[in-house]
Nanobody
Framework: VQLQASGGGLVQSGGSLRLSCTAS????????VGWFRQAPGKEREGVSC????????YYEDSVKGRFTISRDKAKSTVYLQMNDLKPDDSAVYYC???????????????WGKGTLVTVSS
């Protein structure tokens, strides 16, 4: 099983990026999926997650209203649309199978290789 995050890059403050999470060896359509990020010198943090069973989503406070998680079940892909990006959003972003509730999230199971997001001021 392997997950892969893609779509990162360099963007100016206020810009947008869309990250994609795909998997081989399993279908993300049947897993809760979370997006996590880790900036240099900081601990990894959960950013957003999506429950496959009931559509529950969760957003970390600093990204609420700016990031949107979505799924394309047919493509077994989970997206993270990131708008109004800020320099503090700069980090390596990872996707992982996760537990996901309306008030919290955490990794559970499989991790993907990350994708670097750099937001310039």
């Amino acid at each position: 099983v392997q997950l892969q995050a893609s779509g990162g890059g360099l963007v100016q403050s206020g810009g947008s990026l869309r990250l994609s999470c795909t998997a081989s060896g399993l279908s993300l359509a049947y897993y809760n999926v979370g997006w996590f990020r880790q900036a240099p010198g900081k601990e990894r943090e959960g950013v957003s997650c999506s429950s496959y069973s009931d559509g529950t989503t969760y957003y970390e406070d600093s990204v609420k209203g700016r990031f949107t998680i979505s799924r394309d079940k047919a493509k077994s892909t989970v997206y993270l649309q990131m708008n109004d990006l800020k320099p503090d959003d700069s980090a390596v972003y990872y996707c992982a199978t996760a537990f996901c509730t309306f008030n919290g999230m955490g990794p559970r199971g499989y991790w993907g290789k990350g994708t670097l997001v750099t937001v310039s001021s």
